[in-house]
């Protein structure tokens, strides 16, 4: 009888050792203090795919630029359209740029005054010929969920490659507009550098990189008026920040796609 006890207590106390593990494992995914809560949007388990070093980016004296995007792309919330950051650019570039931006828009989602991305770029004239494009956005996306998303920003991608294949394409992120930055938008920001990464295109991420931050938040965006949307000044900030980006890409060292510098050799 008292062997078969113990063997009852151990059984006993393992099965409780058990529960408390597991207890604390669901707790634990659930309540994670460390991780900021506007990280726990849910990532797809494609971010283990392939990242391809992106090729560099060497632009004429006087680029030619498409800026494609929403409605900061648009230039909502400037006194006029074309106080916006796109267009704006064009003299911090020493070039021109040619804006396509349409309020409401995204890739999955249709904007006030025109569809969504991909059927906006398959009405693109191809004629164009840009030195560079500049694929913006976009937040219009948050609200629409996880499905779906990647399979139509990839669509919208060889799309715009194949109307341009001579242009050099660089992508530029969602901006938030309004703070704690929504946890769709970043969902949105890591898909579209997860989707970027594996394409080899250049990646730009104002969530990232903390363009907007609570020390400049008022400054760059109207949230009176302008519901939420860069302010005339916030529309030069931009621009400025943009430039910039695009300067450290252009004179970021060549590496190989592992992150090693190249052999001098080759």
């Keep these: ?81 074309t106080l916006g950051y796109a267009y704006l650019l064009a003299d911090l570039l020493d070039g021109e740029t040619i804006v396509d931006g349409v309020r409401g828009s995204g ?31 976009s937040i219009n996306d948050r609200a629409q969920g996880a499905e779906g998303y990647r399979e139509a920003v990839t669509a919208a991608w060889a799309a715009l ?14 901006a938030p507009h309004q703070l704690p930055v929504d946890p769709g938008t970043v969902r949105i920001d890591h898909d579209l550098a997860a989707v970027a990464g594996a394409r080899g295109w250049w990646y ?6 903390e363009w907007i931050t609570e020390q400049n938040y008022l400054g760059v965006i109207d949230v009176d008026l302008g519901n939420k949307h860069p302010s005339n000044e916030g529309h030069r900030y931009l621009a400025e920040k943009v430039a910039a980006a695009l300067a450290d890409i252009e004179s970021a060292p060549l590496t190989q796609a592992d992150g090693a510098e190249p052999d001098p050799e080759q």
């Excluded at 730009?204 to 990189?209: L, R």
């Design 204 to 209: 730009i991420s104002p969530v990232q990189d």
């Design 107 to 137: 890739y999955l989602k249709p904007g006030i005054d025109g569809p969504a991305f991909g059927e906006r770029i398959a009405a693109l004239d191809p004629t164009l010929e840009p030195d560079l494009v500049i694929i913006q956005g």
């Design 1 to 81: 009888m008292a062997r078969g006890t113990t063997k009852r207590g151990v059984r006993t106390t393992a099965l409780f050792v058990v529960l408390v593990v597991a207890v604390s494992a669901v707790v634990l995914g659930v309540w994670r203090p460390w991780v900021p809560a506007a990280m726990d949007a849910p990532i797809l388990a494609s971010d283990e795919i392939v990242t391809v070093a992106p090729a560099p980016l060497v632009l004429p004296e006087h680029p030619r630029v498409l800026v494609f995007g929403d409605s900061w792309t648009y230039g909502a919330a400037a006194s006029e359209p």
């Design 161 to 174: 490659a194949g109307t341009y294949p001579a242009a050099k394409i660089v992508v530029l992120g969602p």
